[in-house]
């Protein structure tokens, strides 16, 4: 319990968190630029939850001692990892179903008015797939699948962090 409450504290957790949520923005960019998938909503509010743990861990390692900077940086983590494993399970939702009216896919990302993201970045936030396409799957679980499953983990990973750092510090 002590090693897991720990990593709070740790630049190399931090760093990992940062490291492994780039090389998903990297790994995405392939699949769009280079595979030719072409991203749907979905993707790109994925995209954004999976930026959102990139920031998490900028944001932990510039003062991991800090209480107040640890605690920006578990908020962003953690809202970023659930909020990215309820659109992937609405993905998987939306290509799965076989009611075609039960789902909508919007063709422009509802991002707030102030930071029109898709506007500023278009090569990176436009949508310009649909979200029932299943354009790739590896081990029979499409695109959104794996991303269910990898923020799953970065889900549970923040809770057990977390809630080991609050155990141990209570002690």
């Avoid at 790994?27 to 280079?34: E, G, I, K, N, P």
């Avoid at 983590?77 to 993905?91: D, F, L, M």
């Amino acid at each position: 319990m002590n090693w897991l409450s720990s990593l709070s504290s740790s630049k190399k957790a931090w760093a990992l968190l940062a490291l492994s949520a780039g090389l998903f923005e990297v790994t995405a960019l392939y699949f769009q630029y280079v595979m030719g998938l072409e991203p749907c909503i979905m993707c790109i509010y994925q995209r954004t939850a999976m930026l959102g743990l990139f920031a998490a861990g900028i944001v932990g390692y510039l003062s991991p001692t800090n209480w107040l900077v640890k605690g920006l940086g578990f908020t962003i983590w953690g809202v970023s990892s659930i909020w990215g494993w309820v659109i992937a399970r609405e993905h998987i939702n939306m290509q799965t179903t076989t009611d075609p009216f039960a789902f909508t896919c919007d063709i422009v990302p509802n991002f707030p008015s102030f930071m029109p993201l898709h506007e500023w970045f278009p090569a990176f936030f436009a949508a310009t797939g649909d979200c029932g396409n299943i354009d790739w799957s590896f081990l029979s679980l499409s695109m959104p699948g794996w991303m269910e499953i990898i923020f799953a983990f970065y889900s549970l990973s923040f809770i057990a962090i977390l809630a080991s750092s609050i155990l141990v510090r209570t002690k």
